[in-house]
């Protein structure tokens, strides 16, 4: 069983930088896929970034060229780092792993 813990989530000014950090208490190597995802109030979670085992990266158009995902296999963390922010990405973000196991979430507040 994995545990996931988020962290790095706050208020921050639109245009603004944030860099999340998801904790696993057991080794992510083997993990085929992690993502982040988002969910901002009354809408459905959305995928936001995802990482696949060997490197390869997805992301949500909303996203691209903002927003970056990495992994620390050593640290059994997963980072996303979130540049250029808008207040349309106010949401909690959620980290998983694996398409099973899901953290609590931290929220991510864009406003001036």
């Known amino acids: 069983q994995v545990q996931l813990v988020e962290s790095g989530g706050g208020l921050v000014q639109p245009g603004g930088s944030l860099r999340l950090s998801c904790a696993a208490s057991?080794?992510?190597?083997?993990?085929?896929?992690m993502g982040w995802y988002r969910q901002a109030p009354g809408k459905e979670r959305e995928l936001v970034a995802l990482s696949i085992s060997g490197g390869s990266t997805n992301y949500a158009d909303s996203v691209k060229g903002r927003f970056t995902i990495s992994r620390d296999n050593a640290k059994n963390t997963l980072y996303l780092q979130m540049n250029s922010l808008r207040p349309e990405d106010t949401a909690v973000y959620y980290c998983?792993?694996?398409?099973?196991?899901w953290g609590k979430g931290t929220l991510v507040t864009v406003s001036s």
């Open positions: 057991g080794s992510i190597f083997n993990i085929y896929a």
């Open positions: 998983n792993a694996g398409g099973l196991h």
